[in-house]
């Protein structure tokens, strides 16, 4: 089946640091999400992007699909942004079931 | 639209015991799945339903497993005859089916522990 290899795997930061988050997926995705997980558990939708760049505040994100790749980019970073952050493709022909990677732990400090 | 809710959100049981956990997705989505999260992973996939059709279950549903979706509203996932590999966050997500639009959106979880 696809693998989807996140690096790397923990990342510590000094508040309103810049960091870059990736994503390779082995085979080709019609779907592509990014994910941050809260303490709770709850998944955060961040991004759908299957393909393209899409930009949300200090937030964005750009995928490759013919090179198989995403990329997480957070900018100026926060001690809310710590947490686990997933990459998540979906397979075609499929059914849109996703297949996430085993995620960033990022830890931001103040 | 308040987004996919899941009851309970914490369940503690012992071996041996059955458990029923409840998805209710956003309205209007025809999709809706289930996926296992234990600690230090990223969520698996388990099973997924189309209306009230399940369309796939994963290696990782054994016979004690059973999920249903009537009417294609709301699901339920029920374990039976728990064991302690079982415990982990039960994550419920639907999303739309149209070409095109496949994003899911997930509840807050169901996090299991079996003694």
């Known amino acids: 089946g696809i693998q989807v290899e996140q690096s790397p795997p923990d990342l510590i930061l000094q508040e309103g640091a810049n960091s870059t988050?990736?994503?390779n997926?082995?085979?080709?995705?019609?779907?592509?999400?990014?994910?941050?997980q809260n303490p709770w558990g709850q998944l955060i939708n961040l991004f759908y992007i299957p393909s393209?760049?899409?930009?949300?505040?200090?937030?964005?994100?750009?995928?490759?699909?013919?090179e198989r790749y995403s990329l997480l980019y957070i900018s100026s970073s926060q001690t809310t942004d710590s947490g686990v952050y997933?990459?998540?493709?979906?397979?075609?022909?499929?059914g849109g079931k996703l297949i996430f990677g085993q995620g960033t732990e990022l830890s931001v400090k103040p | 639209d308040t987004g996919v809710s899941q009851d309970p959100r914490h369940k503690i049981t012992k071996r041996g015991q059955n458990v029923t956990f409840r998805?209710?997705?956003i309205s209007e989505h025809n999709r809706l799945y289930w996926y296992r999260q234990t600690l230090g992973q990223g969520p698996e996939f388990l099973t997924y339903f189309q209306n009230e059709a399940?369309?796939?279950?994963s290696r990782l549903l054994s016979d004690r497993f059973s999920a249903e979706r009537p009417k294609g509203s709301f699901s339920t996932l029920e374990i039976q005859r728990t064991e302690q590999g079982d415990s982990a966050m039960y994550l419920c997500a639907s999303s739309p089916r149209g070409s095109g639009d496949n994003e899911q959106f997930f509840g807050p979880g169901t996090?299991?522990?079996?003694?």
């Open chain 1, 86 to 94: 997933f990459c998540a493709v979906g397979p075609y022909n499929q």
């Open chain 2, 111 to 115: 996090r299991l522990t079996v003694l």
């Open chain 2, 54 to 57: 399940q369309l796939e279950k």
């Open chain 1, 25 to 36: 997926f082995s085979d080709s995705v019609n779907n592509l999400q990014w994910f941050h």
């Open chain 2, 23 to 25: 998805c209710d997705p």
């Open chain 1, 21 to 23: 988050l990736r994503c």
């Open chain 1, 52 to 66: 393209g760049t899409k930009q949300n505040g200090r937030l964005s994100a750009t995928t490759v699909a013919t």
